[in-house]
């Protein structure tokens, strides 16, 4: 079955810190796609980004990096010099689909992310 | 905003009692799905339809239902609501069924069942 476990439940920073969340993904596909939704106080989710399994490039946007790997069954998110804005919950999600049977996320717990200025 | 809409946004009910909820998704997106948001279980999926159909389930309770209409919009009807099914339920909807393709969430709908 898969599994999507977010070890750190709350991380607190100051301002223009930088900021890793952890994300660690079990499955036994070798087809699947890895998924970060931000979740601010207003409470929509918002996409962030989408990975596949077969694409471990890193990916850079603006202050916002991902690092997937494969070896480590991981897919971390990197804020650099993080600003109140920031602030929010962070979902890692794993999608196994299977032909075209479905699509069905398994979000981990969410690390709670609290920039201070 | 993701184009994804959602009514109502609050709803407070009593036990025992029905209620429906309403998803519009994106233009174009053919698939909606519904997830539930609660303090201990997380974010959970609950189903999936695609142009109509049933496409997956997840822990979904007998309880609940949904269906997706001709005009792609979906209902997810909760009834003989317990305290339990307090929650923050979310529409999401993408372009096709499968796996690869992202989803969009909706503001979601907060029920609150005294």
């Known amino acids: 079955a898969q599994k999507v476990t977010q070890a750190q439940t709350e991380i607190s920073v100051v301002e223009k810190e930088d900021v890793t969340l952890d994300c660690v993904y079990e499955?036994?596909?070798?087809?699947?796609?890895l998924f970060w939704y931000k979740q601010p106080p207003s409470g929509e989710l918002v996409f962030l980004i989408r990975?596949?399994?077969?694409?471990?490039q890193n990916e850079i946007s603006g202050r916002y990096s991902w690092n997937f790997q494969k070896s480590t069954s991981s897919f971390n998110f990197t804020i650099t010099a993080s600003q109140v804005v920031d602030s929010a919950v962070y979902f890692c999600a794993l999608s196994e689909p299977q032909h075209d049977a479905g699509n069905m996320l398994t979000f981990g717990g969410g690390t709670r992310l609290m920039v201070k200025p | 905003d993701s184009g994804v809409t959602q009514t109502p946004k609050h709803l407070i009910t009593a036990t025992g009692q029905r209620v429906t909820l309403r998803c519009s998704p994106r233009s174009g997106d053919l698939s909606v799905y519904w997830y539930q948001q609660s303090l201990d279980q997380g974010l959970q999926f609950l189903i999936q339809y695609y142009n109509g159909e049933e496409r997956a389930k997840g822990n979904i309770l007998e309880r609940f239902s949904a269906q997706q209409f001709p005009d792609l919009h979906s209902e997810l009807n909760l009834s003989s609501l317990e305290l339990g099914d307090s929650a923050l339920y979310f529409c999401?909807?993408?372009?096709?069924?499968?796996?690869?393709?992202?989803?969009?969430f909706g503001p979601g709908t907060r029920l609150t069942v005294t």
């Open positions: 999401a909807s993408s372009r096709g069924g499968g796996g690869s393709y992202e989803q969009y």
């Open positions: 990975r596949n399994s077969f694409d471990e």
């Open positions: 499955t036994r596909d070798t087809t699947y796609y």
